[in-house]
């Protein structure tokens, strides 16, 4: 990943972290908490493709197993994040524009249901039977319900930031000014080098025919003469 990809993912990582400890998880909503970091994941991912998106997924994933006041095994939402953002990176778009609203909402619903479904399994496997007490079913569709309606509002500006830091404007604006440059230095130089040597070949002309006719004048006096 290129240095602006790792600064912007890590600073949209580090503010949905702290956006959903401090506050979406005070929130104390029915079931499932909305996962802001699964939305910023989602937005990455769409955006660098399958590839970037398991990379972000899985720091994502790890700075949440070690931020306070995680109570689960570390590396358990880091999997579960890498997972999704693989997957969620093959939907990315040839162009890397969307055409319609439909599809990164789809994204959506089933990375919510299955990172819900992910995570449950996960700490099946390791003891954690967390779920199975507090309702598998509630849990998919608050997580679903919840994660539905907070992405217009998280995803399509994270996608924006994402591409404009892909296109790098002001690379490109310097890179642009840089041709420029050389391109004019060059056609100022060869223009110049043209006309100094029109000049030198006109002033060679006129010194030979200078000459010439100096020589003539010459004859023409010394026949006078004699």
Known sequence: MRVNRILLSTS??????????????????????????????????????????????????????????????????????CVIGYLAGLAKPENGRLKSATGPMVVVVVAALGTTLLYAGVGALVGDTAARHVGLGSLLFT???????????????????????ENDPLAETNSAAKKATDISSGWLSSGTGLKIGGQRGGLGSLKTKART??????????????
């Open 12 to 81: 949209l990582v580090v503010v949905a972290l702290v956006l959903q400890v401090s506050v979406l998880s005070r929130l104390h909503l029915p079931g499932a908490v909305p996962d802001v970091l699964l939305l910023t994941v989602l937005g990455l991912a769409m955006v660098y493709g399958h590839v970037g998106g398991a990379l972000v997924g899985f720091g994502a994933g790890l700075l949440a197993d070690l931020a306070p006041p995680a109570d689960h095994a570390a590396g358990r939402y880091a999997l579960v994040l």
């Open 213 to 226: 006719r100096t020589a003539r004048v010459g004859r023409i006096k010394g026949v006078k003469r004699l």
């Open 143 to 165: 997580a679903a319900l919840y994660d539905l309606l907070l992405a217009p509002f998280v995803v399509p500006g994270i996608m924006a930031l994402a591409r404009r830091a």
